[in-house]
């Protein structure tokens, strides 16, 4: 029974990213199995999962194909590491796909278990690349407000979230931020275009400030995805492509919620048309089946750090853990076989964009948006006035998340916006359900405010 779980959980199970206080005054939610886009919970009710679980879980749930894989290579070898120049068929087979399918100077992957140690990874790797090729000065790395990149200390500290810088002193030193192109929290006294603009000359302004030879990389989510969906203004990536082309900084795509065809490419960047020196990934490259991570290493820093003659002196005892890469692989064979990315960019993605940016004439909508299969709704208290937020940041938000989760539905509220990223193997009926769903709950937190 419900209560009974709840009651255990409460008494033992520290949740991340949780108000612990009132979660055990209301009681978790407990989901007990899934099915495509769905989840049930212990209560039976079925949820459509707007979130992808995380944004991971790209292929749907239950694919009985990704287990079998699972399965089989536990029976072959469920664990050997790929320290001291060891491997095992599923990591070469894996490392083999993921060169092809990224960019053609992209060549190379170093294996670690999640999206957070990609980017510890990454923390290490521009430094140590700057120190190899004789520039040991270049060691500031720029992020971005608002970023998120994870939950350790080089996650924490690239990412720009301050409620997390502030608890354990962070960011570590050598860290800088810039402004984030959130145009409508912080551009509307100007266009979008001109707001990208000025939002990508930030960097420009950073690097002269600091100097071009102390900097090792700046690193960035093509769209901030825990942020709140911040989908940049059509001329941000383009000048930021300009500055990254002029300065000899490393370029650091945080693909772990962008790749593997959440904006119907397979990375972000190729989206945005930016080419990245460095890409860690993770949620996707499994749909969330198993844990696994990666960093995708250019050519450029791969020859500089892999033959200077030193071993690079990192890495993770389940650095391409052989059944993790099993799934990864059964993982990456359904997505091209059902041409899942291709479905994002001409079939699910325009389909569900279409209805979901109709929700921007709701009168609690400031504004709706969508790229590929990422979008947001942002709530306003008054639709003549988007410049005005509710009082109290985030309660709102919250109001919407519970009354969504009533409707059937899981949206995820980040202070009062709130923001979807479905599987990409969302039918078009679970699209409309998906719409239908949300602007019920609109209506339904409407009602609940003017009470
Ligand atoms: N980078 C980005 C862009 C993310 O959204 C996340 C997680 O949401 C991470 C890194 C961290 O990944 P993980 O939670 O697997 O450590």
Known sequence: PT?????????HHWHPFS???????????????ADGVWISDSDGKKILDGMAGLWCVQVGHGRKEIADAVNRQMNEL????????????????????????????????????????????????????????????????????????????????LGGMKAMHAQGDLPVSGVHHIDQPYWFGEGQDMSPEEFGVLAARKLEEAIDEIGEDKIAAFIAEPIQGAGGVIIPPATYWPEMRRILEERDILFVSDEVICGFGRLGEWFGSTHFGVKPDLMPIAKGLTSGYLPMGGVLVSDRVAEGLMNSGDDFNHGYTYSGHPVCAAAA?????????????????????????????????????????????????????????????????????????????????????????????????????????????????????????KK
């Not at 209560?3 to 008494?11: G, M």
């Not at 108000?19 to 199995?33: A, F, P």
């Not at 569900?352 to 790229?371: F, I, K, S, Y």
């Open 3 to 11: 209560k009974a779980l709840q009651e255990i959980d409460a008494a």
């Open 19 to 33: 108000d612990m206080k009132s979660l055990n005054e209301e009681g978790s939610r407990i989901v007990t199995s």
């Open 78 to 157: 469920a664990y050997y590491n790929t320290f001291f120049k060891t491997t095992h068929p599923p990591a070469i087979a894996l490392s083999e796909k993921l060169a092809k399918l990224a960019p053609d100077h992209i060549n190379t992957v170093f294996y670690c278990s999640s999206g957070s140690e990609a980017n510890d990874t990454v923390f290490r790797m521009v430094r140590t690349y700057w120190d190899k090729m004789g520039k040991p000065d270049k060691k500031v790395i720029i992020g971005r407000w608002n970023g998120y990149h994870g939950s350790t200390l080089a996650g924490t500290s």
């Open 329 to 449: 692989l059964a993982n990456l064979e359904i997505i091209e076989r059902e041409g899942l990315v291709d479905r994002v960019k001409n079939d699910i993605g325009p389909y569900l964009q279409e209805r979901w940016l109709g929700l921007g004439d709701h009168p609690l909508v400031g504004e709706a948006r969508m790229t590929g299969l990422m979008g947001a709704l942002e709530l306003v208290p008054d639709k003549t006035d988007l410049k005005k937020t509710f009082p109290d940041t985030g309660t709102v938000g919250t109001i919407c998340r519970d009354i969504s989760f009533q409707n059937s539905m899981v949206m995820r509220a980040v202070r009062d916006s709130m923001i979807i990223s479905p599987p990409l193997v969302l039918s078009h009926e679970e699209a409309d359900f998906l719409v239908e769903s949300a602007e019920k709950t609109l209506n339904d937190t409407y009602q609940t405010l």
